[in-house]
């Protein structure tokens, strides 16, 4: 039998998808540890990009923070904090997956408020409003199609990220594909496809969900200079 | 004197120990290699699928979106998820770990060479033409040349994040340094090893590119004067 039709049959086995330790427990682990990890992400890197962004100050650490990040290994990563205080367990796994998501967050919302036009932020300190002001009142709401832009590679990257957390018995859908590979290719290769098809799905279906999400919140004009900048900032961010 | 060492009164757990990179000079040294050759290969394979392509994407304008879409799916795609899907047909084995990994640079190296050829001006491409050069000619003699910065941060790119990808091979045991930062972690969490295999793979990625950068200086000696 050849892995894909294995892999059909592995998933219309009901109590795989039901037993404990089925897919539906694992679909909840993965989903419910990869947003926290996403939410600590943004409470970290939003404020300090929006700050970072309003006094202008920091793009050169925000190009480090994400090619430092690109140079760690995930595994390395997930291996080590568990070895800190943070100990053995999920809240490691979800410090870990945390660092992943704040290099896209950080530099979107850097990039967010750095693009306001400087008139508009002019006419803002002429209305006399304070610092804090035009960062909450302008800055802040111009910049949200970024923030929404940070968002959505932030949430797919842990989401991909968060199938590696088997290796450290974190759980999530990369358990399934890790036990077909204990299983041997022979025997568990339909496992191995099912569960990579699972996670690939899930990633996927998180992409098209959050690209919706990141459409709705841009105002309709801004929506084609909004695509030609958010290429400029994936530069940017790529170190260019 | 393995007795005596191993019963040593409380070894401790320290997060660095020469101790242990001598004992398993070995080993490590083996990973290292394994792990330098994977990524260098597939960084290899993939510019040399990346680039092509990329000049397909520049000369004909309607394939430039599929082709950066198609590779962008591919990079949405999870690491573990294309294991999964490549290693019941390819095994367990550096095929398969090398696949993987090529399709995740991929996506870098094209939309790097696409910027790098589209920076160059539409002037010189007049004037190349003007000279009377053909359509390979100019993209061999002209084009490429200067798009030379664009492809190698997309080289750079693809080798530091290649470096770190190598390590998810562990899933099939061919993780390269990824194998010793692992059976750290299964050795009862042993510190020293899993920082070992960390520091070698930063090391490793921080050396590759270091080591393009100083090719593209030799490659755009034109470019050298202006940035000083």
């Known amino acids: ?240 | 004197m393995s007795f005596r060492l191993s019963y040593r009164a409380d070894p401790g757990n320290p997060w660095f120990s020469w101790q242990y990179v001598r004992d398993n000079s070995d080993t490590v040294l083996a990973a290292l290699r394994e792990h330098t050759t994977l990524t260098l290969r597939a960084v290899l394979v993939a510019a040399l699928i990346a680039v092509p392509l990329a000049v397909v994407a520049y000369w004909f304008r309607p394939l430039a979106g599929p082709i950066l879409a198609l590779t962008g799916v591919l990079y949405t795609v999870p690491s573990l998820a294309v294991f999964a899907f490549v290693a019941p047909y390819l095994g367990i084995g550096v095929a398969t770990v090398l696949s993987v990994v090529v399709l995740y640079a991929l996506l870098v190296i094209i939309r790097n060479t696409v910027a790098g050829l589209n920076q160059v001006p539409a002037e010189i491409r007049e004037a190349a033409e003007g000279m009377g050069y053909g359509r390979w000619g100019r993209l061999l003699r002209i084009e490429l040349p200067l798009a030379v910065p664009g492809i190698l941060t997309g080289l750079r790119l693809a080798t530091v994040s290649t470096v770190a990808l190598v390590t998810v091979g562990v899933v099939i045991g061919r993780g390269g340094l990824g194998q010793i930062i692992f059976a750290g972690f299964q050795n009862n969490l042993y510190k020293a090893q899993i920082m070992t295999g960390t520091l070698l793979c930063v090391l490793l990625a921080l050396v590759l590119d270091l080591f393009l950068v100083a090719a593209g200086r030799l490659l755009t000696p034109w470019l050298r004067g202006r940035t000083g």
Do not use: K
């Open chain 1, 1 to 240: 039998m050849n892995p894909v039709s294995q892999a059909v049959v592995w998933l219309n086995d009901p109590l795989n998808w039901t037993n404990p330790g089925g897919i539906l427990d694992r679909l909840g682990e993965h989903v419910s540890m990869s947003a926290a990890a996403v939410l600590l992400g943004c409470l970290v890197a939003w404020p300090l990009g929006l700050w970072l962004g309003h006094t202008g100050r920091g793009g050169g650490m925000v190009v480090l923070v994400s090619n430092l990040t690109l140079a760690v290994p995930t595994l390395a990563l997930l291996t080590i904090l568990p070895l800190t205080f943070l100990g053995f367990g999920r809240p490691a796994v979800v410090v870990a997956l945390a660092v992943f998501a704040v290099p896209p967050l950080l530099a979107n919302s850097y990039t967010g408020v750095r693009q306001v036009d400087p008139q508009t932020r002019e006419a803002a300190r002429g209305m006399g409003m304070t610092g804090t002001q035009v960062l909450s009142r302008v800055e802040l709401p111009l910049a949200v199609p970024y923030l929404a832009a940070g968002f959505r590679t932030a949430a797919v990257q842990v989401v991909a990220t968060a199938a590696l957390a088997t290796f450290v018995n974190g759980g999530g859908l990369g358990e399934i594909i890790r036990l077909g590979f204990g299983l041997s290719i022979a025997v568990g290769g339909g496992q191995i496809l099912a569960g990579g098809l699972l996670v690939a799905g899930l990633a996927l279906s998180v992409e098209l969900l959050f690209a919706l999400v990141e459409r709705l919140v841009t105002p309709r004009p801004l929506r084609r200079a909004r695509r030609r900048a958010g290429r400029r900032a994936a530069d940017a961010v790529a170190g260019c």
